[in-house]
Nanobody
Framework: QAQLVQSGGGLVQPGGSLRLSCAGS????????MNWYRQAPGKERELVAT????????DYADSVKGRFTISRNNAKTTVYLQMNSLKPEDTAVYYC?????????WGQGTQVTVSS
């Protein structure tokens, strides 16, 4: 059974850092583009970061550029989101996503709250 299991997240003060992890199983992880999305209360889900199958190409939403870093380890079938210089507006539920053509998987979501 293909699945994505997320870990990390929690409560952090403004300016702090967190790392999210997302472990894939039951599918050929290295062939899927991996994404991180987030959804804040009352807002639509937005794409935060994308990484290609090799890990060499990444892309970010303007709101997180220079602060967030997406990476992957295909040997460990895991994708990461390192979040630095966190702001209150980064508060949201974060979801990892795996995509290959019409196939798509979602993680269970993890809450990130940035507050003093």
């Amino acid at each position: 059974q293909a699945q994505l299991v997320q870990s990390g997240g929690g409560l952090v003060q403004p300016g702090g850092s967190l790392r999210l992890s997302c472990a894939g199983s039951g599918f050929i992880f290295s062939t899927f583009v991996m994404n991180w999305y987030r959804q804040a209360p009352g807002k639509e889900r937005e794409l935060v970061a994308t990484i290609d199958t090799t890990g060499r190409r990444t892309d970010y939403a303007d709101s997180v550029k220079g602060r967030f870093t997406i990476s992957r380890n295909n040997a460990k079938t895991t994708v990461y989101l390192q979040m630095n210089s966190l702001k209150p507006e980064d508060t949201a539920v974060y979801y990892c996503n795996a995509r290959l053509r019409t196939s798509e998987l979602w993680g269970q979501g993890t809450q990130v709250t940035v507050s003093s």
